[in-house]
Each structure stands twice: as structure tokens, then as C-alpha cells.
């Protein structure tokens, strides 16, 4: 099922197994997902098939399907606040939701050709500073920014994403204008991080 899948939309299956497929797509239809998606404009802001080419709008092309679900529903009930998703969320299904997530999720992010080398941000992405309570990225992103998931919970692929996106939210979780991750454990990741840590992260993370 999950192979047919795979051919039948296309998913870069390379380097997943079956299992990991599913955890990152679950269980809504793709196929939908791409109507309803372009029924609801999301594509019009996200861009084509989620990998959308202005900084504004967050790619959500190969992101785990959980995670999509989750900012979602964060934004219906104002867990996460900004004025054009708050909006948008309010408007649609949960089996919508999931269909559409299921899309984005099976669809291939466009990368950055090369890695820009960067010794701080690296350091801090694979190691952490214990001292200032910045748990390495790595440990819940994953080794190369292609999130994880585990116990039913999907940690963000980072990979591809915008710079300025990227930039923006680490600076709201430092600021605790965005306070939705779990335990808060992005506040705390990035309450001690400096600024030109924050530029260097950004930009290491979305040439990965
Ligand atoms: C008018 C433009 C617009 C439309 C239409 C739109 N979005 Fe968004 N979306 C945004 C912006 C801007 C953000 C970034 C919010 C922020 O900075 O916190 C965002 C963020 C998101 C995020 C969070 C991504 C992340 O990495 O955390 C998800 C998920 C999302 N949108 C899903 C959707 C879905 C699904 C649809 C269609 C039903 C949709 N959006 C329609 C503008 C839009
Ligand atoms: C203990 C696990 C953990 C560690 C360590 C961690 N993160 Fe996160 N991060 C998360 C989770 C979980 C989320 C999703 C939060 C939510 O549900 O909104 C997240 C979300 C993010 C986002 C928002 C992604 C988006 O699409 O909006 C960014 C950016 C981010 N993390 C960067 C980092 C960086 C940079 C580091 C290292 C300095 C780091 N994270 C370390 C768990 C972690």
C-alpha cells in the first residue's frame, strides 16, 4: 500500500522504509490533499506543491505530517498567533487538515545545492552549550535537519527552509512571542542564544 503510494504520487522514498514513510505521511490521501490544498489557496502563499520561493512563507513541502497537523490546530486555538494563519486555520476540517498535510508531507523540498560551511552555528547544532542550556539541535532535528519522530511526536524537518524564516522564529521563541512547542523546550533552547548565533544557525540550517 504504502509502496504503491510512494509511486503513485511520486514520494522520494529513497533512504525511508515503509515505517518511516507512514510516520511521516500518515494516514490522509495524499491525492486529496492536493485538490483540497489548492481549493484553500495554500499553495497560492506556500507555493507550488509547498515549496514556496518567498521568505515569508514557511516551505512545508517534506515536513512531517504531525507537525503540520499540530501548527494547525495551534493556530485555530491561538497557541500560535499570527493574523493571516490564525484566520485560515479557523476555516478548515480536521479531515481536510489531514488530507492536505498528507500532501505536503509526500512532496520533495527543494534543497540548497551546497552547504555553507559555518564553525559556530555547526558547533552548536551538533553539540549544544550545556552551560547556556542550548541542547544540541541535532538531538531532536535529527543529523542532517530531516526532523525526527519519536513516541508519536514529530520534531520539524529544518532542512531547506528560508533563512528569514528560520531567523524569525528562533528570535520569537527567544522573545517567548512563540511559546507552542512541547514542555517549552524551544524557549528554553533558545533563551541564552545571541544574536549573530541566531544569524549563523539560520543560515547554516538552510543551506543543510
Ligand atoms: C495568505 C497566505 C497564507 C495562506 C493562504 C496559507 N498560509 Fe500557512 N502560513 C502563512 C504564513 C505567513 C506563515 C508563517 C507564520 C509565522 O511566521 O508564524 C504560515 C505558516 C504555516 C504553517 C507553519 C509552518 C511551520 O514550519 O511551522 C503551516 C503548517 C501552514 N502555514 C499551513 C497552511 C495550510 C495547510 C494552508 C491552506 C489551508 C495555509 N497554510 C494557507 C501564510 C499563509
Ligand atoms: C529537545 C528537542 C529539541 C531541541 C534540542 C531543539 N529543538 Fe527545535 N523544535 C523542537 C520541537 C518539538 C519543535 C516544534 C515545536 C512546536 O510544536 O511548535 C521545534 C521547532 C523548531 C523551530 C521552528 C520550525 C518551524 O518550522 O517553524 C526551529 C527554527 C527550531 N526548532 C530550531 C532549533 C535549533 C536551531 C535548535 C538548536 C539550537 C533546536 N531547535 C533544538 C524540539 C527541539
Known amino acids: ?14 533512504g525511508y522504509d515503509e515505517y518511516e514513510l507512514h510516520d511521516r505521511i500518515g ?3 495524499p491525492q486529496s490533499g492536493e485538490a483540497k490544498s489548492r481549493e484553500e489557496l495554500c499553495q497560492g502563499c506556500h507555493g507550488e506543491q509547498g515549496n514556496s520561493t518567498s521568505a515569508e512563507f514557511p516551505r512545508l513541502a517534506g515536513q512531517y505530517t504531525g507537525y503540520i497537523i499540530k501548527q ?4 485555530r486555538s491561538g497557541a500560535r ?6 484566520a485560515v486555520a479557523g476555516s478548515i476540517s480536521d479531515e481536510d487538515l489531514t488530507d492536505i498535510a498528507a500532501y ?5 523540498r527543494i534543497r540548497a545545492k551546497q552547504k555553507k ?10 553539540t549544544g552549550d550545556m552551560k547556556r542550556s542550548i541542547l544540541a539541535c541535532s538531538s531532536c532535528h535529527g543529523g542532517a535537519a530531516q526532523g525526527s519522530y519519536a513516541g508519536g511526536e514529530s520534531f520539524p524537518v529544518l532542512a531547506g527552509q528560508h533563512k528569514l524564516y528560520l531567523r524569525e522564529q528562533l528570535l520569537k521563541w527567544r522573545s517567548k512571542e512563540r511559546k507552542n512547542s512541547p514542555g517549552g523546550v ?6 541564552s ?3 549573530e548565533e541566531i544569524e549563523a544557525l539560520a543560515e547554516y540550517i538552510s543551506s543543510m
Do not use: C, K, W
Open 1 to 14: 500500500m504504502l509502496l504503491l503510494l510512494g509511486t503513485n504520487i511520486g514520494v522520494r522514498a529513497e
Open 27 to 29: 494516514s490522509g490521501n
Open 72 to 75: 494547525f490546530r495551534d493556530f
Open 81 to 86: 498567533q499570527h493574523h493571516v494563519m490564525n
Open 104 to 108: 505536503f508531507a509526500s512532496r520533495e
Open 117 to 126: 560551511p559555518n564553525d559556530i552555528a555547526e558547533r552548536l547544532y551538533r
Open 186 to 191: 524551544m524557549n528554553v533552547v533558545a533563551e
Open 193 to 195: 542564544l545571541r544574536d
